[in-house]
Nanobody, 111 residues
Framework: VQLVESGGGLVQPGGSLRLSCVAS????????MRWYRQAPGKEREWVAS????????NYADSVKGRFTINRDNSKSTVYLQMNSLKPEDTAVYYC?????WGQGTQVTVSS
């Protein structure tokens, strides 16, 4: 089983990034998928989730209206489109499905 995130990087405030998470080794379409993040010195926090078959999204209040989660079951991939990024969005972003976690991808928002 693998979840591999990509798409992180350094971006200026107000900028955008799109994270991807490619799954393998399990039946992706059967799982709700989630994005979490962990900033330095803070606990890991839930960011967004999307249900398995209906693809219904849900967001933390801190990112609502700025982030969009979606999935492509044909590619076993979940995405997180992040717009209007703020310095407080700086964190390592993790993909999660069931008991499975990715290794994380760093997002840094700084001028």
């Amino acid at each position: 089983v693998q979840l591999v995130e990509s798409g992180g990087g350094l971006v200026q405030p107000g900028g955008s990034l799109r994270l991807s998470c490619v799954a393998s080794g399990f039946t992706f379409r059967n799982y709700d998928m989630r994005w979490y993040r962990q900033a330095p010195g803070k606990e890991r926090e839930w960011v967004a989730s999307i249900t398995s078959f209906s693809s219904i999204p849900n967001y933390a209040d801190s990112v609502k209206g700025r982030f969009t989660i979606n999935r492509d079951n044909s590619k076993s991939t979940v995405y997180l489109q992040m717009n209007s990024l703020k310095p407080e969005d700086t964190a390592v972003y993790y993909c999660n499905g069931g008991w499975y976690w990715g290794q994380g991808t760093q997002v840094t928002v700084s001028s």
